[in-house]
């Protein structure tokens, strides 16, 4: 009788969870690559490269929500009056070509739509919200030599990114997948913003 008992107990709460879908908690990695400019006169796209660790929540078919911890090391040109060289400025001519580099890590929220799928297939509608902190600051011209700032030293240390794409998604096996999503990134907040198109190849894994 306790043997019987405890059979539809374990059947019972076997049919528990796989009601409630059992896997809706997923850990994932990624990669990016990045094309960078700087709004302003004669700017200049570069490459950048991140990549980072993210905790992804996914209960309900068509829609779920990621937030991780990003790295993000950002390049541009562009014509800029040379302050944080300490240089006097006389006259509007005194602007030069001005190389800057950026590192940041940043805490990104995306909400993801699967609006489409199909078989193992699945289109993605991504839009992110990112907060930033400035960990170093690049500033190089063949007129005044090159300048390094830390996050202490750098006027606004904070910055805020939005970013909007369309991508693809592939279910590699039961719990796990590989998102391809490209964007457009902006941020609207910082001493120098950054706009960007970006490649995000992520691998996410239930746990959960």
Do not use: C
């Not at 796989?18 to 997923?26: D, E, F």
């Not at 300490?86 to 995306?110: C, G, H, R």
């Not at 369309?166 to 001493?191: A, E, I, M």
């Amino acid at each position: 009788m306790r043997t019987k008992k405890t059979f539809l107990l374990m059947l019972f709460l076997g049919l528990g969870f796989a009601a409630r879908g059992q896997i809706n908690i997923y850990l994932g990695g990624s990669l990016n690559g990045q094309y960078n400019w700087i709004r302003g006169d004669e700017h200049t796209f570069e490459p950048g490269f991140g990549g980072g660790l993210s905790f992804v929540y996914w209960e309900y078919e068509f829609w779920f929500i990621k937030a991780g911890l990003n790295y993000s090391y950002k390049s541009a040109a562009r014509l800029a009056y040379p302050d944080m060289f300490e240089t006097l400025i006389e006259s509007p001519e005194d602007k030069v070509i001005i190389d800057f580099t950026e590192q940041t890590l940043s805490l990104p929220v995306t909400v993801y739509l699967r609006p489409w799928e199909k078989g193992n297939n699945a289109l993605l509608v991504a839009g992110t919200v990112e907060m930033m902190s400035v960990l170093k600051l690049n500033q190089q011209s063949e007129e005044f030599g090159e300048i390094n700032l830390n996050a202490s030293e750098a006027k606004t240390w904070t910055k805020t990114n939005l970013g909007f794409g369309v991508g693809y998604q592939r279910k590699l096996q039961k719990h796990s997948y590989l998102n391809l999503v490209p964007s457009f990134n902006l941020d609207v907040r910082g001493y120098r913003a950054y706009t960007g198109f970006m490649l995000s190849v992520e691998y996410i894994l239930g746990v959960y």
